[in-house]
């Protein structure tokens, strides 16, 4: 695991050449504090931070072939590396390291772009090509490493954080106001849009090439198919899935560093702390982290596994003050803004981890690839709702949900006005966009609500739901399930849940490693039928069946609570000030949104009118970001 950055100009000296990637690469130590390495010729500049796994001896980087003419920087692990390298070998490839990133190079001269098809892993890499004068830049299918460019008069950059392109002097500090539109409502800036103007994120599965002197071109290389289905018993089906998940395990237990795992107490992290302890001849080391609020904590859970699996189990718990301690800290390892909360507790989860290990498996994608998520089912069950008169699904909930909400309710029996707005959404979005039709944050209308004037105008007719209506449109699926799960894996998955874990494990030279993101894995659950899948409100109905010998009934049959910071009562409490004073003092900030608007999510959600806790954040996390990157808004 590694950071990677690099330079194509011109139009600059070689001394400021170097200078700059040195400067680049500086920023990028906490990717990898083991080593650095260089490769600078004439016009391009490659650099490297390296974290030592596999290969620690002898895997430097940069690497090339024999003969030099291709140079290769890599952020990443290749899993199924020893059996490419002995395919390679048997072509008369002659290797100097035991490294899996010098089998990337030895199969690009095979198999040129088409050797990426053959990857089974996690990876951002950069290859230059002498003898044809070009540079490959790609991501991995599921888009677990990152990868920023940007390409302008000067030339071409890249990095695997925003901040070392930040570090290029030429580069602007300007906001991209559409990353913005965009996050309100997803809490996360979709590839390959990023918060700053001219540069990008390169998109899971693509790749960029650049020849010099001509513009860079980025095409899809990998595309996830759900068809045709396969034609598989139950008990085929719980078969195989048994042996592809234990394989995904094994290859990530690959490593000369300390492994261990990140255990939540959900199904997906207990199955993979599960099949690990089969293969490890010693107990498995886990961590845990929840919060002093027992309703959003999953400890008690995560103890029934390590109890169950002799595992050396470390525990942890995150308060607000943590929270206020990390804040500045964490606002630079996002990079950009990030609101989901679970980032801040993951982070402190990463750093106590990094105590005793180097490589973590966790239990990301489990949700997206056997579908998990309580909406698969309801959005299914409830689509006939979607179709009664809009008098009353747009129009008469919510005034019902007003009335509720003025009636002097409960604190405690808010969530019937939660669950009555929640179906005003579900009626009034598409249904190609599931996750902004049962989101809590900012749907259209109320974005242009919250906006300045000038900001209502200019995206008046940019519905986010649209962008999550294309991916479901692109689908090589049928179902409505199927076309869901794709655009998830396209925008949820790769927007947010695997930035999420990159950013924090990274910052502290941990790397994590996903089993339900292996390419076998995805490739075989994406063709499974629906009914493997999702059975009325049963979501996930295989994986609890593959495991039901491992994990006890407790857990298999506990409804999913997800990674959850209590984010809506500290914003009542511990936070309230501090959350007041960033929405309302911060000077850019209030050149984008309608000041009244802020006031009154302040104000109803303090008196609990409503639980605009999500919303609440979205803006914190943006106005903490704004402020400390000073950038320009207009």
């Known amino acids: 695991m590694c950071g990677i950055c690099g330079i194509y100009t011109s139009n600059i000296h070689q001394e400021e050449l170097k200078h700059t990637i040195q400067t680049m690469n500086s920023t990028l130590v906490h990717r990898g504090p083991d080593e650095e390495g260089y490769f600078i010729s004439e016009n391009l500049a490659l650099g490297i931070r390296r974290l030592a796994i596999i290969d620690i001896a002898s895997g430097q980087q940069p690497l090339t072939n024999e003969d030099r003419t291709i140079t290769l920087v890599y952020n990443g692990e290749i899993y199924n590396f020893q059996e490419l390298r002995s395919e390679l070998e048997n072509l008369g490839h002659h290797f100097h390291t035991r490294s899996d990133g010098e089998v990337i190079v030895h199969a690009y001269e095979s198999w040129g772009d088409d050797c990426l098809l053959r990857f089974n892993g996690m990876f951002a890499l950069a290859l230059w090509d002498e003898v044809s004068r070009r540079l490959l830049i790609a991501r ?7 990868l920023y460019w940007h390409f302008g008069a000067q ?4 990095a695997s954080e925003a901040k070392a392109l930040l570090a290029v002097p030429w580069m602007e500090r300007k906001l991209e106001r559409t990353a913005l539109h965009h996050y309100l409502t997803l809490q996360y800036a979709p590839d390959p849009l990023t918060f700053f103007r001219g540069m990008y994120q390169l998109p899971a599965a693509h790749k960029l090439v650049y020849t010099p002197g001509e513009q860079p071109v980025v095409t899809r290389w990998w595309q996830l198919n759900f068809l045709p289905k396969w034609k598989i018993s139950a008990e085929e089906a719980i078969s195989a899935g048994r042996d592809i998940l234990s394989r995904a395990v094994e290859r990530r237990m690959i490593s000369e560093a300390p492994l261990g795992a990140f255990l939540s107490g959900g199904i997906d992290s207990s199955i993979v702390v599960a099949l690990m302890a089969e293969c490890s001849t010693q107990p498995v080391k886990t961590f845990t982290i929840g919060f002093g609020e027992s309703r959003y904590s999953e400890n008690q859970y995560a103890r029934y596994i390590a109890d169950r699996y002799a595992t ?7 308060s607000p003050e943590q929270f206020l301690q990390s804040i500045e800290t964490m606002i630079s390892v996002m990079d950009e803004p990030l609101a989901d909360a679970a980032i801040f507790p993951l982070n402190e989860l990463a750093r106590q981890a990094r105590q005793t290990i180097t490589v973590a498996l966790c239990g990301d994608g489990g949700d997206e ?5 309580p909406r698969y089912g309801l959005d ?17 909930m919510p005034w019902l949900a007003e009335q509720l909400a003025q009636s002097g309710l409960k604190s405690s029996d808010h969530r019937w006005i939660a669950a009555l707005r929640r179906l005003e959404r579900f009626a009034r979005t598409s249904p190609k966009a599931s996750l902004v039709r049962w989101g809590s944050y900012f749907n259209h209308e109320d974005k242009l609500a919250l906006y300045s004037p000038e900001m209502s105008d200019r995206f008046q007719f940019e519905d986010t739901a649209e962008l999550l209506a294309e991916f479901y449109d692109q689908a090589n699926a049928h179902s409505r399930l199927d076309r869901t799960l794709y655009a998830d894996h396209q ?6 849940l695997l930035p999420k874990t990159d950013r924090v494990s990274m910052a502290h030279s941990l790397e994590v490693r996903s089993p339900f993101l292996d390419v076998e894995w995805v490739e075989w659950t994406a063709r499974l039928p629906e009914f493997y899948k999702v059975r009325e409100l049963t979501t996930k109905w295989l994986m609890k069946e593959l495991f039901v010998d491992k994990l006890p009934e407790s857990i298999l049959k506990r409804s999913k609570q997800g990674f959850h910071m209590p984010v809506d009562e500290w914003l009542r409490g511990e936070l309230k000030v501090y959350c007041k004073e960033c929405l309302t003092e911060t000077a850019n900030f209030k050149t984008l949104f309608r000041p009244t608007v802020i006031k009154k999510l302040l104000d109803d959600h303090q008196n609990g009118k409503s639980n605009h806790g999500k919303r609440l954040w ?7 970001w704004l402020e400390k990157n000073q950038f320009t808004t207009v």
């Open 140 to 146: 991995d299918r599921m888009g677990k490493k990152p």
């Open 155 to 158: 030339g071409l950059v890249f």
């Open 312 to 318: 050396e189990h470390h525990e942890l718990v995150f």
């Open 369 to 373: 690839t056997l579908a998990g998520y």
């Open 380 to 396: 299914g069950i409830l689509a006939p709702y979607a179709w009664l008169p809009k008098a009353l699904t747009t129009r008469a």
């Open 491 to 496: 925008t949820y998955l790769a927007g947010d």
């Open 618 to 624: 979205a803006l914190l996390i943006f106005a903490l």
